[in-house]
């Protein structure tokens, strides 16, 4: 699951991960970002796609983001 937070971060917005379990995955990720300790990792932020259900958006923060 870490793979995804470090695929959204190299990423300009974000990815998109289609699963048939939304909360199952959504934990999943949620506990290996806490796991990672890696403080880079909370410039992202999950949400649940409001066009596909079966979707999930790992996006930055951009109020965070300088460029």
């Not at 949620?30 to 790992?58: C, F, G, M, T």
Request: overall charge negative; cysteine-free; hydrophobic content about 35%.
């Amino acid at each position: 699951m870490l793979e995804y937070w470090y695929q959204a971060l190299e990423s300009k917005f974000g990815i998109v991960i289609k699963t048939d379990s939304v909360s199952a995955t959504l934990q999943r990720l949620y506990q290996a970002r806490q796991a990672s300790n890696d403080p880079e990792l909370n410039k992202l932020h999950l949400r649940r796609s409001p066009v596909d259900p079966e979707a999930i958006w790992i996006v930055r923060n951009n109020a965070q983001e300088s460029d």
